[in-house]
């Protein structure tokens, strides 16, 4: 009965940002619960490289999408829909950060693109494929937040990621108040520091590093299968009573 919840056989996932990392990972839990799951990342040659590696495990599609890009998401979301009949889930995982810079010095163009990608991207993204689903009156979103929405971090200083990461848990929670009742779950994650590609620079600093680990009760980072375990158990019907949450995975980073 309760091992059957996680079972996805016969539905499609949409994943952006799965070209690496969390988005890769959340791809691969997916599939292996029975998705068919189609990849999307901005990056076409991260992409195909990330299908070859999910060879065999089950049906993998593509879309080379730009999510900052509105009319560009909401094609993909057209296409997916009229090709497959359905994208019942979505993973809103795309993003990126910026190199530590402190607010009097950022620019304009640090700030917006941070925003655009981390948070107007996040909202472009479950505008278009929650449509279909509020019109089919199902579906589960799952966007991908950070520690960073909740606290400050120290010691580096990232006010437009922080701003963007908060941004998401909000509009999550809103979306979830207005579609709750039309049939559609909107859930987030919100990691820790997470051991991607783009977070390895800034692991092997010693300014950083040091201070992060002594912050966190676990003494770790988290690993990208991590999150995708959480981000799993959101979209299928397991968490079928869960709207609105904000799940944290930061190995007890927010603690204290």
């Not at 941070?114 to 689903?133: H, K, P, Q, T």
């Not at 800034?202 to 300014?207: E, G, L, V």
Request: proline letters at 3%; glycine letters at 8%.
């Amino acid at each position: 009965m309760y091992l059957a919840k996680f079972d996805l056989t016969g539905q499609t996932a949409f994943v952006t940002g799965a070209g690496r990392g969390i988005g890769f990972c959340a791809a691969q839990a997916l599939l292996e619960a029975g998705a068919r799951v189609i990849l999307s990342d901005i990056d076409a040659t991260l992409l195909q490289q990330a299908k070859a590696a999910l060879a065999g495990k089950g049906e993998v599609e593509t879309a080379v999408l730009d999510i900052a890009d509105p009319a560009a998401v909401a094609a993909a979301a057209r296409d997916a829909n009229q090709r497959f009949g359905a994208v019942d889930i979505l993973i809103a995982n795309a993003g990126i950060a910026w190199p530590d810079t402190g607010a009097e010095d950022m620019s304009d163009e640090a700030w917006r693109k941070v925003i655009d990608v981390d948070l107007n991207g996040a909202y472009w993204s479950c505008r278009e494929f929650g449509r279909a689903m509020l019109a089919r009156g199902k579906g589960a979103i799952v966007t991908v937040g950070s520690m960073s929405g909740l606290i400050s971090n120290k010691p580096q200083r990232q006010v437009h990621y922080n701003a963007a990461k908060a941004g998401v848990h909000h509009m999550t929670k809103s979306l979830a108040g207005e579609w709750a009742a039309r049939g559609v779950r909107v859930n987030s994650v919100a990691p820790t520091y997470v051991d991607t590609p783009m977070s390895s620079a800034a692991f092997a600093d010693p300014k950083l590093f040091p201070i992060w680990m002594e912050m966190t009760p676990m003494g770790r980072v988290a690993r990208a299968d991590e999150i995708a375990s959480a981000i799993l158990f959101l979209a299928c019907d397991a968490a079928s009573a869960i709207t609105g949450s904000i799940l944290v995975v930061d190995c007890g980073y927010t603690i204290w």
